[in-house]
């Protein structure tokens, strides 16, 4: 079976939580035997030139389809390569031999794929669409706390209207939680299912302990592993902002990621004179030096208050075996183990940070060999295990 994926960013070496999944998502329809091509439009101009994928179109090509396509821009470039003649052609040269099935991930690129195979006349090619979350419900958090309603009313509805198109047409779809299934299914009768986040086993070497200890200065620390995504900020501020005591003066929250850099010069964080004390930007780190922390952290912090479909972070850090203080929408899609040794969940802010204090002064935290084995459910080889079956019965491929 051929299988084209579709996405709008490179998956090699991916640091945020849709490139890692669209990597195990390649590898797990290859090691089930499928051919697989990958295409599609650079969504960043920080993203890398990669293979199979044309160059982001800049700012100034988005502004044609939405004007101050601010937060938009993944709507905009689909937009543009469904519409516009030369974006088009450019993606579409990539693709030279018609597939079985064109995963799409995301909805942004379903209308150039829909142009796509009645253009070639692919009658027997089926169309998968991936959903990661119920996106315009996310675009709508996103957009509210930097444009006016009408506006944030406008541009949401537009999204909305983008992914039932993409729901309702596709001959399939893929989701990441029960409570996306749930609305999917609500809204069509195409098969469906769930291939949840998960996440890879980490080997933990002397290299990235050494750079962790740097990073920590060998304190207990809390860590809290991001990008810059506004909802991470959001998230990070509306529940350890304000008043801020869960720390101790040797203690630190140690930030991975872009988030690191964005929180520490955002001005809310110097708001809170506790708070600003005892974080430490780590940046965005490599491999060894994440499994490094994530083996030294004493406790996992996952301030996610925006959102559905479910958290790659949060599958790390069940795999990890540390404390977790986290709220119940990061806990979206792993509730089976909300009640687990060492998790503590709470989404009021007060509370959330009473978590965090009472776990930085809990003992380290020991799993038993079947708690363990239970938390071996967050691996990408259980999570996606049912996929390339789902689309050889569903899609009669």
């Known amino acids: 079976m051929k299988i084209l994926l579709l996405c709008t960013y490179p998956y090699r070496d991916g640091r945020h939580g849709g490139q890692i999944r669209v990597a195990n998502l390649i590898e797990c329809y290859r090691n089930a035997g499928f051919s697989v091509d990958v295409a599609g439009v650079l969504g960043s101009a920080n993203y890398p030139k990669s293979e ?11 502004s044609a389809v939405i004007a101050n396509p601010f937060l938009m821009e993944d709507v905009a470039l689909g937009q543009l390569f469904a519409e516009d003649d030369s974006c088009y052609c450019q993606l579409a040269v990539k693709i030279q031999s018609e597939p079985d099935v064109i995963h799409v991930e995301q909805p942004w690129l ?24 119920i996106e315009y419900q996310l675009k709508a958090k996103i957009l509210a706390p930097h444009l006016p309603p009408a506006r944030v009313e406008k541009y949401v509805d537009k999204v909305q209207q983008l992914e039932l198109a993409a729901t309702l047409q596709a001959d399939a779809v ?3 939680s029960e409570h996306d299934l749930q609305w999917t299914r609500q809204r069509t009768q195409a098969p469906s299912m769930v291939a949840a986040n998960g996440v890879s086993p980490w080997s933990v070497t002397s290299k990235g302990i050494d750079g962790a200890n740097k990073i920590s200065g060998c304190r207990k620390f809390a860590l809290f592993c991001a990008s810059a995504h506004p909802p991470n900020m959001e998230g990070f501020f509306e529940l350890l902002g304000d008043g801020f005591g ?17 929180i520490t010069g955002d001005a809310r964080l110097a708001a809170s004179a506790r708070l600003a004390e005892g974080v430490v930007s780590a ?34 850090a069940l795999w990890a075996g540390r404390h977790i203080v986290s709220t119940s929408t990061a806990m979206r899609g792993f509730e089976q183990f909300i009640d687990s040794p060492g998790v503590f969940v709470s989404d009021q802010p007060a509370v959330f940070k009473q ?8 003992p380290p935290l020991r799993l038993s060999s079947e708690d363990r084995k239970k938390r071996a459910l967050v691996l990408w080889s259980h999570t996606l295990k049912n996929l390339p079956r789902f689309i050889m019965d569903k899609l009669k491929c």
């Open 246 to 262: 869960s720390l101790s003066q040797d203690q630190r929250l140690v930030i991975a990621g872009s988030a690191g850099p964005a």
């Open 283 to 316: 940046g965005i780190v490599g491999n060894d030096c994440l499994g490094g922390l994530l083996e030294t952290a004493h406790c996992i912090v996952l301030p996610v208050t925006q959102g559905g479909g479910t958290n790659l972070k949060t599958a790390e």
């Open 110 to 133: 379903f209308g150039f794929v829909q142009r796509l195979v009645a253009d070639k006349g692919w009658c027997n090619t089926k169309i998968l669409y991936g959903s990661q979350n």
């Open 355 to 362: 978590n965090l204090r009472l776990a930085m002064a809990a």
């Open 174 to 176: 893929v989701c990441v």
């Open 52 to 62: 199979g994928f044309v160059a982001y179109p800049g700012l100034q090509a988005l």
